[in-house]
């Protein structure tokens, strides 16, 4: 079965510094595996996703995550935090049969000034 | 504008009073998912939809009940709410593909007493 494993709830980092947040997935089939961006009090928003296309995928806002097979690893990263970056990140891989999303636990990110 | 709509935004009743949440969208989205959002869980899927008439359960499904009798509808039912349903309840909908993102509603903050 799919599942995924986001590395720290909490993420803390100064502004300008790399962002990097961890998720390995568990896939016995190529997977599509996305993430998500949920800022205060409001629904989930798609930064980016993976589907097989490239393994480097650029996203909104500056980010960017690497599909790695032999790691099972997707890192959301972005070179320069901003402020308007803390948020709560998801990564998520589409479960089996294709109707299903999985989503991992959350990471926080917060921005430091 | 493309959206989710979802209602209430915030609910507070007691255990075994039933309500409804309704969710709707205007992007003409085959498939639609109800979530609930836990502290430290993550998004956890409750029940999804691939078209009218067609539902299946999620990974959580005990407790509640949906229904698609139109394409832009899925409301969620909990005919007798208990305090453990206490949770940040979500709306999503999507293309037909499971590469397609999810696009969420705003969010159902229920408390029950």
């Known amino acids: 079965a799919q599942s995924v494993t986001q590395l720290g709830s909490h993420v803390s980092v100064s502004e300008g510094a790399l962002v990097l947040l961890r998720c390995n997935y568990s896939?016995?089939?190529?997977?599509?595996l996305f993430w998500y961006v949920q800022y205060p009090n409001q629904g989930l928003q798609l930064l980016l996703k993976?589907?097989?296309?490239?393994?480097l995928v650029k996203g909104i806002n500056g980010f960017e995550a690497e599909f790695k097979k032999s790691e099972t690893s997707f890192h959301l990263t972005k070179p320069s935090a901003h402020m308007s970056d803390a948020a709560e990140y998801f990564c998520?891989?589409?479960?089996?049969?294709?109707?299903?999303?999985?989503f991992g636990a959350g990471t926080r990110l917060f921005v430091k000034a | 504008e493309a959206q989710v709509t979802q209602n209430p935004r915030y609910l507070i009743t007691v255990t075994g009073k039933k309500l409804t949440v309704t969710c709707s969208q205007n992007?003409?989205?085959?498939?639609m998912s109800w979530y609930r959002q836990d502290p430290g869980l993550g998004l956890r899927q409750i029940y999804y939809s691939m078209n009218v008439e067609v539902t299946d359960k999620g990974d959580v499904p005990e407790g509640y009940k949906v229904s698609r009798k139109e394409k832009r509808n899925f409301p969620l039912i909990l005919e007798s709410p208990s305090p453990n349903q206490t949770s940040l309840y979500f709306c999503?909908?999507?293309?037909?593909?499971?590469?397609?993102?999810?696009?969420f509603g705003p969010g159902t903050r229920l408390t029950v007493l």
């Open positions: 993976y589907t097989s296309a490239a393994t």
């Open positions: 999503a909908s999507n293309l037909r593909g499971s590469y397609n993102e999810q696009f």
């Open positions: 992007m003409n989205h085959e498939y």
């Open positions: 896939s016995s089939v190529p997977p599509y």
């Open positions: 998520a891989v589409i479960g089996t049969g294709g109707f299903k999303t999985i």
